[in-house]
């Protein structure tokens, strides 16, 4: 109750500014969080009380350590609030909402971006400014992260007494940073420093930041804090292979390797399934195991393969479920999985995988003729395949109970061209009024407009959905005869 007090009454205090007069300004932007939520700027220092989640920040101000005021900034505030005897001001540009995320921040790491402005004396005119860069955003733990810092004077005049800090959130540092130099007006100087990981991590990122200060014109400590961000390459990658095509009740077979790509041992747990309509052959598992599940722990940069072997039980396009592993590298377990998509088509009877064509005919000079009494005889045999010939499998998609307005996806259909030529396949439906007419699609296609080249010897995969009218009053089963027609061409 007391925040929301607080709160009230800071917002009631926005309402009244000062009249605009000639005052000179010398304005910063500064990105206030939880994880840095002090900033300084000449003998100014501001410090994050609350994040409201609602696009509201609590803020208190001091001036050479001693409590001068609070206030309440919104997020893209129009207005400028003064304090300070209007010596300074400050309003809100980007304030952590969770109603219109994302503009800054997340409800979890609420950020707020301000602008501060202090009252510029007509005898001062420095300013400076600080850039922070790593090499990379990602490192293998082996890798030595190089930060460079760019410390820029952009005033007019020289700024003497200059000093870096740098927190590496617990990374190794390797160098000193200088400390009491001066640069001249519209000079910079850059540093670097080379970090690395340490010998037991505590977290998947780190955060790099730099907090520079320096002599001002009146004898105070101006301060500028920047960070960086950088993460460690997840540790784990797995790749599944399958046999992509086989006929009903012939082995697949599958491997699924997973590797460990830093230099640190890694626990991991593989967890696999099996496709919908497959069945696991006893014996075959790696290990020996009855389950598709895995425990080992993976030394630097080994790798692991594992493999099953498994039995379709029904025809059709079958997409196979990506394996997951989860591992633990720096204290929490975490998981993904295989970026691979594979897809098992088992057909009814013979794959292209599987068929053998017959082997060519003689030709006449392999023939040896001779008189009839001592001749050679030849056995002449050729298979003619049609010009125009294709299946679809499955032969009976069927889209179960639907109520007008539900749509429903079906398992892939396969076109396969066992013709000699190229084909063009178009679709027709028949059936007892317009249902599957209005509502059935193909490739995202309607049956009108839906049409595929497929290269003889080939296959192709498409995705069928079906769509129930909103104002469909009728009820009970409703079947249609879907039609594919093969046409000949170049």
């Known amino acids: 109750m007391r925040g929301k007090i607080i709160f009230c009454t800071l917002l009631i205090i926005t309402i009244a500014f000062p009249i605009a007069s000639a005052t000179e300004w ?30 509201m920040v609590a803020l208190n101000i001091s001036c050479n350590g001693v409590f001068i005021g609070n206030t309440v900034l919104i997020n893209n505030e129009s207005n400028w609030f003064y304090m300070d005897n209007d010596r300074i001001r400050f309003k809100g540009i980007n304030v952590t909402d969770q109603r219109i995320l994302p503009m800054c921040g997340s409800v979890h790491s609420p950020q707020a971006e301000i602008v501060f402005a202090t009252e510029r004396f007509p005898e001062e005119s420095e300013s400076m400014a600080l850039s922070i860069s790593t090499d990379k955003d990602e490192y293998l733990i082996d890798e030595q992260v190089i930060v460079t810092m760019q410390i820029r004077n952009i005033g007019g005049v020289k700024v003497d007494d200059i000093h870096l800090n740098v927190d590496t959130d617990g990374l190794v540092d ?71 095509e086989a006929s009903q009740g012939q082995i697949v077979y599958t491997s699924i390797s997973v590797e460990n790509i830093q230099s640190r041992p890694v626990s991991v747990r593989l967890d696999d399934v099996l496709p919908i309509f497959f069945t696991l052959i006893d014996g075959t598992v ?40 989860t591992w633990n590298l720096w204290g929490e377990n975490t ?71 539900d749509t429903r996806e079906r398992s892939d259909i396969i076109i396969k061209n066992y013709g000699s030529g190229n084909i063009l396949i178009t679709a027709s439906i028949a059936e007892t009024g317009n249902l599957y007419k209005q509502g059935l699609e193909i490739d995202e296609n309607s049956l009108e407009s839906f049409n595929v080249t497929i290269v003889k010897n080939t296959s192709k995969i498409s995705h069928i959905a079906f769509h129930v009218p909103e104002n469909y009053n009728e009820v009970g089963n409703k079947t249609g005869t879907l039609m594919f027609w093969a046409e000949g061409v170049n």
């Open 26 to 55: 010398d304005s910063a932007t500064f990105t206030l969080s939880l994880e840095n939520p002090v900033v300084s700027k000449g003998d100014y220092t501001i410090n994050v009380v609350e994040f409201d989640g609602y696009g």
């Open 174 to 244: 390797q160098v000193d940073l200088p400390s009491g130099f001066g640069l001249n007006e519209g000079t910079y100087r850059s540093e670097e420093i080379k970090l690395r990981f340490p010998a037991t991590l505590h977290n998947g990122s780190y955060n790099i930041s730099v907090n520079m200060s320096w002599t001002n014109a009146h004898g105070t400590r101006d301060f500028l804090t920047e960070s960086n961000t950088i993460s460690i390459t997840q540790p784990i990658e797995v790749y599944k292979s399958t046999t992509n």
């Open 286 to 325: 790696t290990d020996n195991k009855q389950d598709l599940n895995w425990n080992f722990i993976l030394a630097p940069h080994e790798r692991k393969v594992v493999s099953y072997q498994m039995i379709p039980k029904q025809v059709g396009a079958h997409r196979v479920p990506k394996p997951h592993v």
């Open 335 to 405: 998981t993904n999985s295989s970026d691979s998509d594979n897809v098992i088509a088992v057909y009814q009877g013979v794959s292209f995988l599987e068929k053998d064509f017959p082997e060519p005919s003689p030709t006449p000079d392999d023939v040896i003729m001779g008189d009839r009494e001592n001749s050679s005889i030849i056995s002449m045999n050729v298979n003619i395949t049609p010009a125009i010939s294709n299946e679809v499998i499955p032969e009976n998609p069927d889209f179960g109970k639907l109520v007008p307005g």
